[in-house]
């Protein structure tokens, strides 16, 4: 008989987990046929893992949910990528965004439903939080997007970025069971390299993440280069202060092949000035680090504008002069699945049927 885990699905669930629910009674075996269904070939209805029995399929079927989530909407940008509106259990939604390139797919996905950090470029916080995110429906997202476009997780070109929906970091248990799941080389098999989560800046959950055997790669949201500055486009910044978040940073211990990553959300005429570039060099200048500059992607009640190129690009080059600096070509801005617009904003784009 099967044990009745009140309000689990499948998906979410680990090896040991699945050994816990079947109970003694069945098959050492079974659990491992069950977790490669799930999570290598990706099943999208237990009717399709023909290698279990009929009557333990139907047992199943009656005790659990899949735990997939359904697309309400899909949104298609004229530069290829995907925005997809999908629904939970218990009808909420989130969103994750598929970016394919020629070497790479990337696949953004949510870690809670809104948002309660409260940042002032981004769409998302204007929905506050509504709940946190399962490691089970983290999990689905990805599985339901590399379905959807014949994706495989042991593939090298899949990456994965815990940068739509949520602050992970105010998730950490559920994020961290999720990249374990994603990383199992006996499941879904994408490799922590190519995992990363993006912060605000919580400063204790960053000590315990660096705790983590498993984790993904740390990206830090910065954009700005002052406290006071910080403050006034971060609220969270009157919490945990830049100073504390720079120490927690030095004392992040990275593996041997990883460099933390800054992002930096340039906003005309706020926080793009070449002072700025200076004191964000002075910032970073004794971490092992990279920076990503991202011009605001501009949305519905945001109160910033996006600055010029050639606003960023200089701003670009006198980062450049000290550590490795970047500029993120903005995806999906037509369909609002850029960096910070992910609101479940409505366009008059091609939907699911």
């Not at 999208?44 to 009656?62: G, H, T």
Request: aromatic letters at 4%; hydrophobic letters at 40%; a positive charge.
């Amino acid at each position: 008989m099967l044990q009745v885990l009140e309000g689990q699905t499948l998906v979410g669930m680990e090896i040991s987990d699945l050994r816990s629910l079947l109970g003694p009674k069945e098959p050492t075996y079974r659990a491992r046929q069950l977790y490669d269904a799930l999570y290598r070939k990706q099943v999208a209805d237990l009717s399709e893992i023909s290698s279990l029995p009929q009557a333990f399929r139907n047992q199943l079927l009656k005790s659990h949910a899949l735990g997939l989530p359904e697309a309400e909407h899909r949104y298609d940008s004229s530069d290829g990528t995907r925005r997809y509106l999908l629904r939970l259990e218990d009808n909420r939604t989130v969103e994750a965004v598929l970016m394919p390139e020629e070497s790479r797919d990337t696949i953004c996905i949510s870690s809670q439903v809104g948002c309660p950090v409260d940042c002032k470029f981004c769409l998302t916080a204007l929905m506050g939080l509504e709940r946190n995110l399962t490691a089970g429906e983290i999990v689905g997202q990805v599985l339901y997007v590399a379905r959807e476009n014949g994706l495989k997780g042991g593939d090298s070109r899949i990456n994965v970025v815990m940068m739509g929906m949520g602050e992970p970091l105010l998730n950490l248990n559920n994020v961290l069971k999720a990249t374990r799941l994603l990383t199992d080389p006996d499941g879904i098999g994408i490799s922590q390299k190519r995992i990363t989560i993006s912060t605000s800046g919580i400063v204790p959950k960053i000590a315990e993440l660096g705790q983590a055997e498993v984790r993904p790669k740390l990206a830090i949201s910065l954009n700005a280069s002052t406290e006071e500055q910080r403050r006034a486009l971060m609220p969270i910044t009157r919490k945990y202060h830049l100073a504390d978040l720079m120490q927690a940073c030095k004392r992040y211990p990275l593996r041997p092949w990883e460099k933390l990553t800054f992002e930096y959300v340039l906003l005309e005429g706020v926080n793009d000035s070449d002072a700025d570039a200076r004191r964000v060099v002075r910032l970073l200048s004794n971490l092992n680090c990279k920076l990503n500059l991202i011009a605001l992607n501009p949305g519905p009640g945001i109160p910033f504008e996006t600055p010029d190129p050639g606003r960023v690009h200089a701003f670009q080059q006198i980062i450049r002069r000290s550590l490795p600096c970047f500029i993120r070509k903005p995806r999906g801005r037509d369909i609002f699945a850029a960096c910070g617009q992910l609101k479940r904003v409505s366009t008059d784009l091609v939907r699911l049927a």
